[in-house]
């Protein structure tokens, strides 16, 4: 079986293309969040978790080696994040958590089978991979934007304050709290709706 | 606020939303007409996003984060110097293996040590202050991580890895007593080191001088020549394996080999995950065979480091990072910082060299040059104003010619040649004599400036095919003589070794 240094490393060699390198970064940005979570609200401890987590990145990042690109199969991005989701899914329903490091054929039958698009781990997961995205487009927004408007828009949006009280505390005027949440809302849908535009719901 | 200020314009509202402006006339009257009129609030919100954003916004961004992932692995493996955003596990991690205190003061006991205080925590796990009690010294001691602890091959790999790197014994290397693998936790006792790491005196103090850019350089590279000579490869040179010891600021390599021992034994730490693995070579990242010039390579990008306040590489993905590293060029470190002196940015543009073999050949060989270049930085009063000046009359020196070429040509279409002596005084520019540890410098300078002479030189010849808008093809050619002959009079006064295009004729 390859190390995991192995199988980054052929990633390196597979992925030339910017879009695909990026494509994996952020697969990595929002699944390795969302499988920790997914498998502690199952109850595994931290380290498990975490090691679950890894199992899984690792065990995509195997099968990205047979990836071809061919324009009738689409593009790198919608690929990954279905074979990712297909594995997931159908690893959380049928094997509740035990080591995938093992057989390498059930993994690929877990990448390759459709999962049950009306199970409950379909809804959970789809829950799931919906806030993780959020909260990726979130972090990506707090950098671009000035701390008190984003705070503006984080006190009054997500802890719900009111906007006095918001204004108050930031020393800003109750119209630019108006503002700022605002820019901070529109900015975050831009890039939540890009991320979903982008195919990633397979 | 029964009056409404201002109007309503949902144009203005959708200009408001999509620029970032926060002081304008336009903004602030938007302000103010919103603070009053509650229908153009709601409308500005869902020009933003509609309700049901809204409420996934603050479902998702508020929803419980006790099942939140904070990943850990970015942290250094060596002395990170804080504790980390799990330090109450690491706490628990640490007192499971502690035997208990002597002093009610201290952690715990290890062996023969008194464990004091938790130094940091990473990948390969943590750090302890301790205090040897047989040989009365402080010491710091590492414990292999408890996820590592019980997989075979981390162990093995531990040990003889560490074994390894306690024959080293120099200076600029942390020194290890002692590798403990037969109990329950196998650890390394080390060499203690205040102070704080390279990594974290930079993201304090922000870049280095270029004194000690060099120095601290200098110092890395004979820790590592004494490794190498030893056969034995870092693998994981960068900042946080850096430590500067407190008052004299010596520079001590820590961590030797350890990041095999790692990778190879763990999912953790492989850069699928997470800790952005910006200090590694190409030859790392595409997973061929590495040797020690793969460590120089890593030294090049902590010296940009030091200097710039930022690795050579960077972007927001791992792999995206890694891509960089092997596929594209970096930005001259004397571009991001103007007081670098064009030749350190040229060792740090040879030490970053894709291809192993166009890298200096040695750690010992980077080792002398970043000493040769610092004893002639401190005797020419610190580097950056003699190199800034030298490169500034580099610069000066091309404008001019540049100038006096322009001048010369326009002189000659026009066929005054009698201006082109007003010329010949700015030769005098030219430095009369330079201090032998200069030599070099100047020299280098004066081939530039050759080639670019020639390409003047170059210009000008190509002009002796006749042009159209001359009356007299006669006179053409004999300023264009003259000029020519000037411009070889020029350049025999300030580089006597090159032959001018002129006189090969």
Known sequence: MASPTETRLSLI?????????????EFVAIY????????RQKGLQHSDAEELAQEVLVAVSRAVDRWEPDPARGRFRDWLFRIARNLIINFMTRRKYQSISGGQTDVLRMIEDRCDESSDELAAFNLEQRREVFRWASAKVKDTVA??????????????????????????????????????????RGEVSRFEADGSRG | MDKVVGKCDDVQLERLLHSDDEESDEVRAAAKHLESCEACRSRLASFAADASWWNDARESLSSSDAFAWKPDLTRSAAFAGREGSRGDSIQSDVRRILGAPNHPENLGRLGRYDIE?????????????????????????????????????????????????????????????????DGHTPFLVMQYVPGRSLQARVDEDGPLTVEEVLRIGMQAAAGLAAAHAQGLVHRDVKPSNILLEET???????????????????????????????YMSPEQATGEAIDHRSDLFSLGSVLYFMATGHPPFRAEGALAVLHRICREPHRPVWQLNQSVPDEVSEVIDTLLEKKPGRRYASAEEVRERLASLLSRAQQFGFGRRRFARIRGKRLRRRVLWSAVA??????????????????????????????????????????????????????????????SFLSSGDSWNRDLESLKQSLANLEALVNPAAKPEGERK
């Open chain 2, 406 to 467: 322009g001048l010369l040509v326009a002189a000659a279409v026009v066929g005054v040649v009698a201006t082109w002596p007003a010329s010949r005084p700015q030769a005098t520019e030219q430095p009369p004599a330079h201090p032998a540890a200069d030599g070099a410098e100047i020299a280098r300078s004066e081939r530039e400036f050759a080639g670019e002479w020639k390409e003047s030189a170059h210009a000008i010849g190509q002009m002796e095919r006749p042009t």
């Open chain 2, 248 to 278: 004299v600021e010596r520079a001590v390599l820590t961590d030797f080999g350890l990041a095999r021992a790692i990778n190879d034994a763990s999912l953790t730490q492989t850069g699928v995950l997470a800790g952005t693995p910006f």
């Open chain 1, 147 to 188: 701390a008190a408007t984003w705070q503006a828009f984080w006190q009054s949006s997500v802890e719900t304050k009111p906007i006095a009280e918001v204004a108050r505390e930031l020393g800003m005027s109750i119209g630019s709290v108006y503002v700022a949440r605002s820019r901070v809302m529109s900015k975050l």
């Open chain 1, 32 to 39: 390795v969040p969302l499988l920790y979570r997914l498998a």
């Open chain 1, 13 to 25: 060699g597979r992925l030339s293309d910017r879009d695909d390198v990026e494509a994996w970064d």
């Open chain 2, 117 to 181: 205080r938790i130094i940091g925590s990473g990948g390969m796990g943590i750090v302890l202050k301790a205090h040897d009690s047989e040989l009365n010294r402080p010491i710091a001691i590492k414990v292999l991580a408890a996820h590592l602890a019980h997989v075979g091959a981390a162990r093995d790999r531990f040990s003889r890895e560490a074994r390894a790197a306690a024959a080293v014994v120099h200076e600029h290397v942390v020194a290890i007593y002692n590798v403990e693998t």
